[in-house]
């Protein structure tokens, strides 16, 4: 990368960072400039408005999270396997990518779910490609002869996302230490209901 490249990236590494510790409302130029040590009027030649550096971010961040979570389950071979480390890979990917936080994109898609513009666009865009995986995963899953002929696909991805949620809430508002085994035993559960070895 050249300099500029390189500053902008780590602007956006910092932002990602601000916004799992206290949403992507929390960035401004202003406090980010502050951050990362730069003038108000240098960073603001990198993102124009509020708006662009907040849409930056959410995309910065999946790119992190695909990177983290995806790139690695690709290498493990099809079917279950696979998505086993998804979802292992999708629970920890905070801790993964050294945020202190919680995850920055589900903040996101808790600040933005009713605030139509480019910001929500760009928090949909990363869950929708998100399920379209997942549900790829599955569908690999079903051909592999692992999960039964039939699944509902989608009534998988919607288990596996809310087995997710619960997980980091009851994680990072309760701060329950049994939740990473609540999460797995449910997981368990998903898949052994889809398994193409069990009796329907």
């Given at each position: 990368?050249?300099?500029?490249?390189?500053?902008?990236?780590?602007?956006?590494?910092?932002?990602?960072?601000?916004?799992?510790?206290?949403?992507?409302?929390?960035?401004?130029?202003?406090?980010?400039?502050?951050?990362?040590?730069?003038?108000?009027?240098?960073?603001?030649?990198?993102?124009?408005?509020?708006?662009?550096?907040?849409?930056?971010?959410?995309?910065?961040?999946?790119?992190?999270?695909?990177?983290?979570?995806?790139?690695?389950?690709?290498?493990?071979?099809?079917?279950?396997?696979?998505?086993?480390?998804?979802?292992?890979?999708?629970?920890?990917?905070?801790?993964?990518?050294?945020?202190?936080?919680?995850?920055?994109?589900?903040?996101?898609?808790?600040?933005?779910?009713?605030?139509?513009?480019?910001?929500?666009?760009?928090?949909?865009t990363h869950?929708?490609?998100?399920?379209?995986?997942?549900?790829?995963?599955?569908?690999?899953?079903?051909?592999?002869?692992?999960?039964?002929?039939?699944?509902?696909?989608?009534?998988?991805?919607?288990?596996?996302?809310?087995?997710?949620?619960?997980?980091?809430?009851?994680?990072?508002?309760?701060?329950?230490?049994?939740?990473?085994?609540?999460?797995?035993?449910?997981?368990?559960?998903?898949?052994?209901?889809?398994s193409a070895?069990?009796?329907?």
């Amino acid at each position: 990368m050249n300099k500029g490249a390189r500053t902008r990236q780590t602007i956006l590494d910092a932002a990602v960072a601000m916004a799992s510790e206290a949403g992507f409302e929390s960035l401004s130029i202003g406090a980010l400039a502050g951050r990362v040590g730069m003038s108000k009027s240098g960073l603001f030649a990198h993102f124009g408005s509020r708006e662009d550096l907040q849409v930056a971010a959410i995309e910065a961040a999946a790119a992190r999270f695909s990177d983290l979570v995806f790139v690695p389950a690709l290498k493990a071979p099809r079917g279950i396997a696979r998505i086993e480390i998804l979802f292992n890979r999708w629970l920890n990917w905070v801790e993964l990518g050294g945020l202190e936080g919680g995850c920055p994109l589900q903040a996101a898609a808790l600040e933005f779910d009713d605030r139509p513009g480019p910001v929500r666009d760009a928090v949909m865009t990363h869950f929708l490609q998100l399920e379209k995986e997942l549900g790829k995963a599955v569908t690999i899953a079903i051909e592999e002869g692992q999960f039964r002929k039939g699944l509902d696909e989608g009534q998988f991805v919607f288990e596996l996302f809310a087995i997710v949620s619960a997980a980091y809430y009851r994680g990072r508002l309760l701060d329950d230490d049994i939740t990473p085994q609540r999460a797995q035993t449910a997981f368990e559960g998903l898949v052994e209901r889809s398994s193409a070895k069990t009796v329907h």
